[in-house]
């Protein structure tokens, strides 16, 4: 169980530590199948009127998925991440955005930024 991380396009190399500013640029999807035909988009920061999403990572202000996840890349980096229930919003599902109980997850992730929190 966890996240496994799917490089669709490589990065610079440099990677975020805890407690950095992460801004990604983001689309979220429900995976109710294996194939990726079998995915529903439930947000993006791409879709109109979203911003890119900044968050301190590896410190618990996202899913357990995305902090592990986002960890392991690198600055540029577009990646998947495949978020198994248990990362993601677990027995309680999220609700307000159509996610039920017990729900894997996939993530598209573009790396924008890191940032030192001393930094903003």
Known sequence: ??????????????????????????????????????????????????EAFTFVCGVGDVIRGWDE???????????ELHITSDYGYGVLGFPAWGIPPNTPLVFDIELLKITAKDDE
């Open 1 to 50: 169980m966890g996240v496994q991380v799917k490089t669709l396009s490589k990065g610079n190399g440099t990677r975020p530590l805890k407690d950095q500013l992460v801004t990604v640029h983001c689309t979220g999807m429900v995976a109710e199948g294996l194939s990726s035909k079998d995915r529903r988009k439930f947000w993006s920061t791409k879709d109109p009127g979203q």
């Open 69 to 79: 996840g986002v960890m392991q890349m690198s600055l540029g980096e577009r990646a």
